[in-house]
């Protein structure tokens, strides 16, 4: 069950926090030029510091959340970064994903760490059933344990519960928007932004023990 009280603690930290803009932007601006660097992993060293690797990612998933103001864009860059998956077209193919098309039907936290999943246990072989069942075993996985710490999967009652008190349906309006940006929607989003790339980096290191 939802901790609400530790989840709406979260929101005000991250209301709160002192964002370094500048280098958020550099690093955004060196992974649009660069692209995201291959990785060998080596699954010794990240389970010996799985807890160093589950806090970088949320933390960096809010970063990416904050200076994008794209939820779905923020949980996928953080988990394909550590991870060295993927490449800047998905992040690109993700911006109209927050509130799945803006409906407000499915949180960004959701598809951004389904897509993680799917990079890191998916196949580009269309045929390769194997690693379809792979992925969608690890969604199964995610998606109750999202459920089960932020209380539901849909922007309305997230907001309602967790982040806002009600729902601000940013993608409405012109003036819903500005009114999301002024009670600091893009900064307390990070909140199931981050558990959502804390969970699919979870499950991708649970895979390796």
């Not at 939820?71 to 993700?94: D, Q, S």
Request: charged content about 25%; overall charge negative; proline content about 4%.
């Amino acid at each position: 069950m939802a901790d609400y009280d530790a989840l709406k603690a979260r929101v005000e930290e991250l209301a709160e926090r002192v964002w370094d803009v500048p280098a958020l932007e550099a690093r955004v601006k060196e992974l649009a030029a660069k692209g995201i660097a291959r990785k060998k992993l080596d699954p010794k060293e990240i389970l010996a510091n799985r807890e160093q690797i589950l806090d970088r990612v949320q933390r960096r998933a809010e970063e990416y959340n904050f200076i994008a103001h794209n939820c779905p864009r923020g949980t996928a860059l953080a988990v394909m970064e550590e991870f060295g998956l993927g490449n800047m077209e998905i992040i690109k193919a993700l911006s109209p994903f927050p509130g799945f098309g803006g409906t407000g039907w499915m949180c960004g936290g959701v598809t951004g760490g389904l897509i993680a999943l799917g990079l890191y246990f998916g196949s580009e072989d269309v045929v390769d059933y194997e690693a379809t069942g792979a992925t969608i075993m690890a969604a199964r996985k995610f998606m109750p344990r999202f459920e089960e710490q932020v209380g539901a999967v849909v922007c309305p009652k997230i907001h309602e519960d967790v982040v806002f008190g009600r729902y601000m349906d940013p993608a409405a309006s012109q003036e819903n928007m500005e009114a999301f940006a002024r009670a600091k929607g893009f900064e307390k989003c990070g909140v199931p932004v981050g558990i959502g790339a804390r969970l699919a980096t979870e499950i991708i290191i649970e895979s390796l023990e």
